[in-house]
């Protein structure tokens, strides 16, 4: 199974793709969709949207992961975070691509063990799930990757119940 990891943005989209089978990953490829501050804002929403499109022709996932949104103080910010989640999971649906949501707390849990586990926690057990020398970078791509590998360990819980259930 191809997964795709998503840290939604609208200066740092990260991504993350790993294919998953046999409790094995195999790092696919990551990176990240940037766009400038000069930019004016629809122009950014537009370039996120047509690089997401490019990514999901080109890698074929079959499950997205993307982080779902919570709000700080910023609601601006938040709104435009928002926006731009928007254009990153459009194309995902209008491919068919089946998609599930993760907030930071479930991602540390799945991750670590913790839920309020330090990112650099988490960016250093990425690197070490996947046996990389560094941790990828921009921090927006180890989040997306992070994302990627709790959909894989959900996909095994999920299996885990069942068989429990029998």
């Given at each position: ?42 122009r ?50 209008q ?21 309020r ?50």
């Amino acid at each position: 199974m191809r997964i795709m990891g998503i840290d939604p943005g609208y200066a740092i989209v990260g991504y993350g793709l790993l294919d998953y089978s046999g409790n094995r990953f195999s790092v696919v490829n990551f990176g990240a969709i940037t766009t400038s501050a000069d930019m004016p804002f629809e122009r950014r929403l537009l370039a996120i949207y047509d690089d997401m499109r490019v990514l999901l022709q080109s890698y074929k996932p079959d499950v997205v992961s993307i982080e779902k949104l919570f709000f700080n103080t910023n609601q601006k910010t938040g709104i435009d975070v928002a926006q731009a989640r928007g254009v990153t999971l459009l194309p995902v649906i209008q491919a068919g691509i089946p998609f599930f949501e993760y907030t930071p707390l479930q991602v540390k849990s799945s991750i670590t063990g913790y839920g309020r586990a330090e990112k650099q926690q988490v960016q250093e057990l990425v690197r070490t799930i996947l046996h990389l020398k560094e941790v990828p970078k921009p921090d927006d791509t180890a989040d997306a990757v992070a994302l990627a590998i709790t959909h894989a360990y959900s996909i095994n819980t999920r299996r885990l119940i069942g068989q429990l259930g029998k």
